[in-house]
């Protein structure tokens, strides 16, 4: 059974820089896909970026973009999201996806991710 550990969510200010971390443990594969989506108090789980392997490379939601970057290692089966600049919009619970289907027309639906990390919350005080 595969899980997924997050850690490095914290309290951060505005314009500060956060770095996420997620670590699949139970066999996950090198060609599964994986990703963080987020959830703000009283909004709906959205997506954030996906580094989407084998080989299909990092894609980001637009207000993301320029200011935060995810990286991995398929082998290992970890991912990161670095995030600068961040504002008070950002902040929420981060979560870890993972998924063996994801592709250009289902990459951004929570729907499409199989496995789940606990979550790890920002706060991005003004």
């Known amino acids: 059974q595969v899980q997924l550990v997050e850690s490095g969510g914290g309290p951060v200010q505005a314009g500060g820089s956060l770095t996420l971390s997620c670590a699949a443990s139970?066999?996950?594969?090198?060609?599964?896909?994986m990703g963080w989506f987020r959830q703000a108090p009283g909004r709906e789980r959205e997506f954030v970026a996906v580094?989407?392997?084998?080989?299909?490379?990092?894609f980001y939601r637009e207000s993301v973009i320029g200011r935060f970057r995810i990286s991995g290692d398929s082998a290992k089966g970890t991912v990161d999201l670095q995030m600068n600049n961040l504002k008070p919009e950002d902040a929420a619970v981060y979560y870890c996806?993972?998924?063996?289907?994801?592709?250009?027309?289902?990459?951004?639906?929570?729907?499409?991710?199989?496995?789940w990390g606990q979550g790890t919350q920002v706060t991005v005080s003004s």
């Open positions: 580094d989407m392997r084998p080989g299909g490379g990092p």
């Open positions: 139970g066999g996950i594969s090198s060609t599964t896909s």
């Open positions: 996806a993972a998924g063996t289907r994801v592709g250009i027309f289902n990459r951004r639906r929570a729907e499409t991710y199989e496995f």
